[in-house]
């Protein structure tokens, strides 16, 4: 019988690799089991203490035999971190009432 080793967990396989959806088998809390599509879900106290949220993007990364699920920053984010990092970077590029007359010309 073959086994996936993901860090010093061992999880035994059917010969045929893939998993009955039919069988339900009592898990460790904290543990999770690769199903046949090789999703995983994360358990709801890691998802909580982590702070993700569907939709979050993880990086998956191999560290040795450990899998590592590293968040990502999403668009939204980084486009939000841009724009506090650019406000009030151009304070003194336009001369004293420029805007105001350029938004006068506007009405």
Same mark, same amino acid.
């Given at each position: 019988?073959?086994?996936?080793?993901?860090g010093?967990d061992?999880?035994?396989?059917?010969?045929? #690799?893939?998993?009955?959806?039919?069988?339900r088998v =009592? &898990? =460790? !809390?904290g %543990?999770?089991r690769?199903?046949a599509?090789? @999703? *995983? /879900?994360?358990?709801?106290? *890691?998802?909580? +203490?982590?702070?993700?949220?569907?939709?979050? $993007?993880?990086? $998956?990364?191999r @560290? #040795?035999d450990?899998? *590592?699920? *590293?968040?990502? +920053? #999403?668009?939204?984010?980084? &486009? !939000? !971190?841009a724009i506090?990092?650019g406000?009030?970077s151009? /304070?003194g590029? %336009?001369?004293?009432g420029?805007? +105001?007359?350029?938004?006068?010309?506007? &009405?």
């Amino acid at each position: 019988m073959g086994y996936l080793k993901v860090g010093d967990d061992r999880v035994d396989q059917p010969p045929s #690799g893939k998993l009955d959806s039919m069988q339900r088998v =009592k &898990r =460790k !809390r904290g %543990y999770t089991r690769l199903s046949a599509k090789c @999703q *995983v /879900t994360i358990p709801a106290r *890691v998802v909580a +203490e982590a702070r993700l949220a569907p939709g979050d $993007v993880l990086r $998956v990364e191999r @560290q #040795g035999d450990t899998i *590592v699920l *590293v968040p990502e +920053e #999403g668009l939204g984010e980084r &486009r !939000r !971190r841009a724009i506090v990092r650019g406000a009030g970077s151009a /304070t003194g590029a %336009y001369p004293a009432g420029y805007l +105001e007359r350029l938004r006068e010309e506007w &009405r």
